[in-house]
């Protein structure tokens, strides 16, 4: 019965406003939540114990904060709960990131691990590639539907349409949000989370070659041309072939 | 100087024109580009000749066949040589350096917009933010399209090298789209609708322009949230896709944030809503301020007569 790790990671709510203070964002005031992609990768874990039953743990990488995402993903209903956290690490680069997660996907011996797409703070989709990478798996990014049953068959984006791709030996899994809906927690769930325990595990991260030097709020852009009545489309449409060189 | 390693982007089968750009971003970085061309056939490597480059290589093997992660980056990482690996950021392209940096002991910095020295610039939030980040020695970086001039074309030196990779996943079926429209990620221009456009059966009004003018249609999450005839996949914003095109049109979409941050970073944005203090108007380069039933048939008319 497969051992299934999902990861998932705290970020802001993507509704958040993100302030930029002193050359750094300042998200003191933000709400904090699971990245929404990784809620698909969590139904998509739980829809694979329940065909083919095993185990489902929830692994982020962060501080003491984090436990909040991982009780409520407890919640929804994963077994166990894990954060990989040094109190040294600070700023990990991708390859830190990558290393000490999939050394901790190794120690606790999973054989496939499901994960968003990508994070709403980021947005780089690097870490599940990397991981599999790391691992020497098979890895599928983007599925929009998973099946299981002998093996896991994912849709997935190609050029020009989609592909149903099967997946056989160990694998990561990247899920974007297809026709997937996501369970809620319910009462049960939610009592389960608050007594859950989260087992802190460490790793070791090389040292990053890559370093923040500031984070800004985006370029603001000079004012456009602003048109009254439908009647301006003519000369919007002229504007886009003579000045702007699109159409 | 230090080397570089383009990872040739292609599209049906030949070199897509993020290429050429990435060909400046080595160069900005002050490397000396190789450009590596994954393929079946080593003849779509004679049209990935740039200035600057003076060696392209040809990886060519069976696995290239279909994109499957694991052989992809093992076949590149096997006959690339060492370097900063820079790769277009589009989701395939992205995966792919992820897993060759990963292969190669090294970070990855994707979506970056700006390059100052080492310094490196990406959109971090969906581009409710920016981040700069220094680099020391070699990365993988993959770079947004429509932001590098391009290089200039030239004679390619190809050299071809055989190689093959474990392929770790196996396609079953390929389904093409019911259209022939592009999806938005792929697409130069993009027209959106929100649900200002009423009911999902307006779309229609959009999809006859993207036929005129060669664009994907694309929705904000109000739209896909309303109507299930309208599927995920159309939607651009934080918790949908993230674009860039040349052209970003959106009709009856006030510009939620969430919605701004999947598209803020199109070069120009044509915003038609009938609500003249609609935020998504700050971002626009060009305004309507109408009801899509006013403007589009205009807009349809003058790209029919110019595309004639």
Known sequence: MPNIVVLVKRVPDTNARIVVNGNRVDLSAVKWVISPYDEFAIETALQHKEAEGGTVTALTLGPAEADKILKDAKAIGVDEIVRVWDDSWSDLDSNGIQSALSQAISNLGAEVVYCGKTAADTGAGSTGPGIAEKLGWASVSNITNASFGGGITVTTPVEGGSANVSVSGNAVISCDKGNMKVRKPNVKGIMMAKRAQVSVVSADAPTPSVTIVSQTPPPAKPAGKKFEGGSSAQEVARLLRDEANVI | ?308
């Open chain 2, 1 to 308: 100087m230090s080397e570089s390693v383009i990872i040739a982007e292609t599209n049906k089968g030949s070199i897509a024109s993020v290429t050429a750009e990435m060909v400046s971003a080595a160069i900005a970085l002050g490397t000396t580009p190789t450009v590596v061309v994954p393929c079946t056939d080593a003849s779509i490597a004679d049209s990935a000749g740039f200035e600057g480059v003076s060696k392209t290589i040809a990886v060519k093997g069976d696995c290239f066949t279909n994109y499957d992660a694991s052989s992809w980056a093992a076949a590149i990482d096997a006959a690339a040589p060492a370097g900063i690996i820079i790769a277009a950021a589009s989701p395939q392209s992205k995966d792919l350096a992820a897993r060759i940096a990963a292969r190669r002991g090294i970070s990855v910095v994707q979506d970056v917009v700006a390059i100052d020295g080492m310094n490196l610039t990406s959109p971090i939030y969906s581009g409710k933010a920016m981040q700069t980040v220094a680099i020391s020695g070699n990365v993988a970086i993959s770079v947004r399209a429509n932001i590098f001039q391009p290089a200039g074309a030239t004679a390619a030196n190809v050299s071809v090298v055989d190689q093959s990779g474990d392929v770790a996943t196996a396609v079953q079926e390929i389904i093409a789209r019911a259209s022939t429209r592009l999806d938005v990620s792929e697409a130069n221009i993009i027209i959106s609708g929100g649900r200002g456009m009423g009911s999902p059966d307006n779309f229609s009004h959009l999809e006859k322009i993207a036929d005129t003018i060669g664009a994907a249609v694309g929705a904000s999450r109000a739209a896909v949230d309303t109507w299930d005839e309208i599927p995920h996949s159309m939607q651009v914003g934080q918790t949908g896709k993230t674009v860039n095109p040349n052209l970003y049109i959106a009709v009856g979409i006030s510009g939620a944030i969430q919605h701004l941050a999947g598209m803020r970073s199109s070069k120009y944005i044509v915003a038609v809503n009938k609500d003249a203090d609609a935020p998504i108007f700050a971002h626009a380069d060009y305004g309507i301020v109408a009801t899509w039933e006013e403007a589009l048939p205009v807009l349809e008319s003058a790209f029919s007569s110019m595309m004639a």
